[in-house]
């Protein structure tokens, strides 16, 4: 399948760690950084590319995009 990605500014997390730490890191972007910056989250998906995954120690590296306005 594919999808367009809409058009926009976007914030990336760049995560390198343990698959057990993305919750972690999603709740520190949310409740740390978020709420620290100029940004707001708009309506627009984000989404999440995937740059290396371990299957062997389950650790990945991976970007997540947030769309901001």
Same mark, same amino acid.
């Given at each position: 399948?594919? *999808?367009?990605? $809409?058009?926009? #500014?976007? +914030?990336? !997390?760049?995560? #390198?760690? #343990?698959?057990? $730490? &993305? !919750? +972690?890191? @999603? ?14 989250? =708009?309506?627009? @998906?984000? %989404?999440?590319? !995937?740059? =290396?995954?371990? *299957? =062997? ?5 991976? =970007?997540?995009? %947030?769309? &901001? #306005?």
């Amino acid at each position: 399948n594919t *999808c367009v990605i $809409q058009g926009g #500014k976007y +914030a990336v !997390y760049h995560f #390198k760690g #343990k698959v057990q $730490q &993305i !919750y +972690a890191a @999603y709740q520190n972007l949310f409740n740390v950084w978020f709420p620290n910056v100029e940004y707001q989250l =708009d309506e627009r @998906y984000g %989404f999440e590319i !995937y740059r =290396d995954i371990n *299957c =062997d120690t389950m650790e990945m590296v991976l =970007d997540i995009y %947030f769309p &901001i #306005k």
